[in-house]
């Protein structure tokens, strides 16, 4: 089968924006959107990962658009793409026939914007401005303060707020049912503790529980919680404390290079891991790591930022 | 006053070095008639393009009318130098165009200015002399073929030998032999070098002798870096290398990371000053200010600790890492672009965040998915690391 029939976080993404939880400030203007579309501005979606984003988009690209939704819509991946050379040519490919059937425009749902360095969406201005005639832009970003401003004024902004952990159980509880998985309370409170509200993580997490002996309970949890690769993250800390600099650099080594996660992904698991522990010395290794997030903000190598940051905290860790 | 300024010569005989090119650019002059393709003089810096020209020209009685690169921003800019003297003779005698740093024209972004520049060539009413450093660039090519090229060589250093006595001789300076060698074989066959040199060594300073163009490969670099007596030395061993500036970071950065007998403390020490330059580095890509990079062995030379014994490393990591990174990752890679999209996950968001959960279901049984037999190997191979 397919994985997007296996996988529950596909079989569950909400298919219109009337299913999704949480975001009712969000999802009332989206809706007068889809009731009278010309009046669509091309939008720009922030917010902390896995709370909906990207959902939101691709169901309101659905109901605008009805059935020939995949045909009028370009998903771009603002991380996938190599260079803002590679973005203009499949945007002008995209935008430069009137679309298909009878709908008012087609979409370009740009995510992970707020990785493209600021010349990048410098030149996507452009290519927003040269698009506007038969396209919307749907802007995707989790950090709005590393978008532009000219482009955050061009869209939008609707900020996406953390679902409430009840919603977040509801739906759990909701899949687990007609999935006929085995589950208690307990489990689905463990899996929201673990995916500090991330409901991608929470839903992977579940499956994986379910998959164990014993279904969805609090010890298959924690464990399912811990396959993510950012889990990682944890021993990288611990390592990098007890002195251990070289084999947690060969970890921070493999999540970027062979995985492919961000440096800014990193840290941002970091600095959750410090807050989930309880260090005596905990302010000082946020100030460690928030150092290091600024070398690499301002252009730095996240390779040689991350090995210098783990010497750091592991000298801080012998003293 | 700066000697290089202060000794241009005053005529052609007073050069020094290209005789025979010389001579052949006099004739060119001399025979000029309307229609005669401009003259281009191509060679590296400090051997007399420039004092070449404009000597030919005050000894011919032509006014020069000089451009430089900085000039050539926009056609009318260029249009309102060249204009007035495009038609007849001044009250100075008839005009002589000179465009210096021809190579550098092209290189900016002004089209105007270069298309302006290659109608000059065509149409030129009075001659023209362009200088350049090279002829290389594809650049470079629609000039080279409208023109004459005369080529400048380096100047020989027995030639720089005797002009250099004559100059210290006329300042009433006397410098070392030993030092006198020096400063011929720093400067390279450059008229200008050598006297900003000399001029220093005269008025008692000692500068660095080493110049940007290096001698050293990154190892041989990189190595004397950790094997200098002092910071100073370890600089002086940076400024020597040769290549991008980016091999000297990671060369000093794979370098400690691959160190084995290293304290922790100290090790911190020396990351911060590699970490330092490389944040130097990436602000300096990033606004393009490459002034900034005048301080980059400077900050990297805080790396340096004396008798650590460091051996250079080229990998910042160990060989089955490196090959981890090479295969599995390139695989990852493959895998997530042909199934993350079904998820309308980027890449990495596919590898960190549902590949695992995918394979833990495949491998406990609860989920079967079809793939392409490529990835076959990947998906065998990252479920065997799952706990």
């Known amino acids: 089968m397919a994985v997007q029939g296996v996988m529950w976080v596909e079989k569950y993404r909400p298919r219109t924006l009337g299913d999704m939880v949480g975001q009712e400030n969000v999802l009332g203007s989206l809706l007068a959107f889809v009731k009278k579309p010309a009046d669509m501005p091309h939008l720009l979606f922030t917010g902390s990962p896995g709370i909906g984003k990207t959902t939101a988009a691709v169901c309101l690209s659905r109901s605008i658009l009805g059935d020939s939704w995949r045909d009028n819509t370009l998903e771009l991946n603002a991380s996938d793409e190599r260079g803002i050379g590679m973005v203009r040519e499949r945007i002008k490919k995209f935008s430069k026939f009137v679309g298909i059937g009878d709908i008012p425009f087609k979409v370009i749902i740009l995510d992970e914007a707020d990785e493209m360095t600021a010349d990048a969406q410098t030149a996507l201005r452009r290519i927003i401005e040269d698009a506007a005639a038969y396209c919307r832009f749907i802007i995707i970003a989790n950090n709005i303060s590393k978008i532009i401003a000219p482009i955050q004024s061009r869209c939008a902004v609707f900020r996406f707020t953390s679902v409430p952990k009840e919603c977040v159980t509801e739906r759990l509880a909701e899949i687990a049912k007609s999935e006929k998985a085995k589950f208690v309370s307990e489990g689905i409170d463990t899996i929201y503790e673990y995916s500090n509200g991330d409901l991608r993580h929470a839903i992977n997490t579940m499956q994986a529980a379910a998959a164990l002996d014993g279904g969805i309970n609090k010890a298959n949890a924690k464990k399912a919680a811990g396959i993510t690769k950012s889990s990682a993250v944890d021993e990288i800390l611990k390592l990098a404390l007890a002195g251990k600099v070289a084999q947690a650099r060969d970890s921070v080594i493999e999540l970027l290079r062979v995985y492919g996660m961000s440096g800014a992904d990193i840290l941002r698991n970091l600095n959750m891991a410090v807050n989930r522990a309880s260090y005596d010395n905990a302010i000082d290794i946020v100030r460690i790591i928030s150092e290091y997030d600024y070398r690499i903000l301002v252009g730095a190598s996240p390779e040689i930022q991350l090995s210098a940051m783990l010497y750091e905290l592991g000298a801080l860790g012998s003293k | ?387």
Not at chain 2, 12 to 39: F, H, Q, Y
Not at chain 2, 261 to 272: E, F, G, I, P
Request: hydrophobic content about 40%; some cysteine; aromatic content about 8%.
């Open chain 2, 1 to 387: 006053m700066m000697w290089s300024e202060s000794y241009r010569p005053k005529s052609i005989g007073e050069m020094v070095g290209n005789e025979k090119v010389r001579a052949e650019l006099a004739t060119w002059l001399a025979t000029w008639k309307k229609g005669t393709k401009p003259a281009l003089i191509v060679g590296p810096p400090g051997t007399g393009k420039t004092t070449m020209a404009t000597l030919l020209a005050s000894q011919f009685g032509y006014s020069v009318v000089g451009i430089n690169a900085s000039d050539v921003r926009s056609k009318s800019r260029l249009n309102e130098i060249l204009e007035p003297v495009m038609g007849n003779a001044g009250l100075a005698g008839p005009a002589l165009i000179f465009v210096d740093e021809a190579d550098g024209i092209h290189g900016r972004s002004d089209y105007g200015g270069a298309g302006a520049l290659s109608l000059i060539l065509k149409q030129a009413t009075v001659p023209v002399i362009l200088a350049a450093n090279s002829d290389a660039s594809d650049k470079m090519r629609a000039i080279v073929k409208a023109s004459t090229v005369f080529r400048f060589g380096k100047v020989p250093p027995r030639l720089l030998g005797v002009y250099l006595k004559e100059i210290l001789g006329r300042q009433g300076v006397t410098i070392g032999p030993g030092t006198i060698i020096n400063i011929i074989s720093e400067s390279r066959g450059d008229i200008r070098a050598m006297f900003n040199l000399a001029q220093s060594f005269a008025h008692g300073f000692s500068p660095e002798v080493a110049r940007t163009e290096g001698y050293k490969t990154p190892e041989e670099a990189i190595t004397a870096f950790f094997g200098a007596g002092s910071r100073d030395e370890a600089r002086r061993a940076l400024e020597s290398m040769r290549g991008d500036i980016r091999e000297k970071i990671s060369g000093i950065y794979s370098s400690i990371a691959s160190a084995k007998t290293l304290d922790l403390r100290r090790a911190a020490k020396m990351m911060r000053a590699v970490s330092d330059a490389d944040m130097l580095h990436g602000r300096i890509m990033r606004t393009q200010q490459w002034r900034l990079l005048r301080y980059l062995d400077a900050l990297l030379a805080s790396a340096f600790e004396p008798k650590l014994g460091i051996p250079y490393s080229k990998f910042s990591v160990s060989w089955p890492l490196l090959n981890r990174i090479r295969w599995d990752g390139n695989a990852i890679k493959a895998f997530a672009e042909s199934v993350g999209p079904h998820l309308h996950a980027s890449r990495s968001e596919f590898a960190v965040l549902h590949m695992p959960y995918i394979l833990a279901c495949i491998k406990l049984g609860a989920a079967e998915i079809d793939v392409e037999d490529e990835h076959a190997d990947i998906i065998k191979k990252e479920s065997e690391r799952i706990k």
